[in-house]
């Protein structure tokens, strides 16, 4: 099966921007996560989506949200960017059935925000 | 909600050494413990996890522990090898219902010396 992918994968935006990346789970599984990965902050969550909603929240503010289609693809936004946006966005899929835990990453969006 | 400590936040060892790495968790309820490996520039990739009803799981060279009463758990890694240098991240989660989402450790450098 093919792994996990995410565009773009790198991204270049202003302050006061908004942007939108993408997430595409491997084929059946019907949960995605996201993180965002700093060196100071290490690995947050920022919410996870199941059969279109979204189950999970992380402590982050308004200006991320995200959405989940019905063939499991998601996106996330984040309006209003701010210098400390700037991150690796990670996406993770899970089948999330009774057997099996597993999460799986994608190769992460680079965003850098100037 | 859920914490996960992680120590040391740096390793180094010889080959052919052992690796230990800990964790502790807060939530009694998480249930569900992965391990993953990030090498620079990667993405992060599951390794090895363990479930809360069992104690010890391995898996060739790597091996997982579990202690619920204390709430820790600890990735070995016996006869490291230069390839094991990377970035492991523990984590926790209260997996079933509506929970899901991955609370990560701060992550241990290893740099295994040849």
């Known amino acids: 099966k093919a792994g996990v992918t995410q565009t773009p994968r790198y991204l270049i935006k202003t302050r006061g921007q908004q942007v939108t990346l993408s997430c595409s789970p491997i084929s059946g599984h019907r949960s995605v996560s996201w993180y965002q990965q700093t060196p100071g902050q290490g690995l947050q969550f920022l919410f996870e989506y199941f059969s279109e909603t979204q189950r999970n929240k992380g402590n982050f503010p308004g200006r991320f949200s995200g959405r989940q289609f019905s063939n499991s693809r998601s996106e996330m936004n984040v309006s209003t960017l701010e210098l400390g946006d700037s991150a690796l966005y990670l996406c993770?899929?899970?089948?999330?059935?009774?057997?099996?835990?597993?999460?799986?990453f994608g190769p992460g969006t680079r965003l850098t925000v100037t | 909600g859920e914490n996960v400590e992680q120590h040391p936040s740096t390793l180094s060892v010889q080959e052919g050494d052992s690796a230990v790495i800990k964790c502790t968790y807060s939530d009694s309820a998480s249930n569900y413990f992965p391990w993953y490996k990030q090498e620079l520039g990667k993405r992060p990739q599951l390794i090895i996890d363990?479930?809360?009803?069992?104690g010890e799981k391995k898996d060739q060279r790597i091996a997982v522990t579990l202690n619920k009463t204390a709430k820790h758990f600890s990735l070995h890694i016996t006869e490291t090898q230069p390839e094991d240098s990377a970035v492991y991240f523990c984590?926790?989660?209260?997996?079933?219902?509506?929970?899901?989402?991955?609370?990560f450790g701060k992550g241990t450098k290893l740099s295994v010396k040849p």
């Open positions: 993770a899929s899970s089948p999330m059935g009774q057997a099996s835990y597993e999460q799986y």
């Open positions: 984590a926790a989660s209260r997996v079933g219902g509506s929970q899901g989402n991955l609370i």
């Open positions: 363990i479930r809360s009803n069992v």
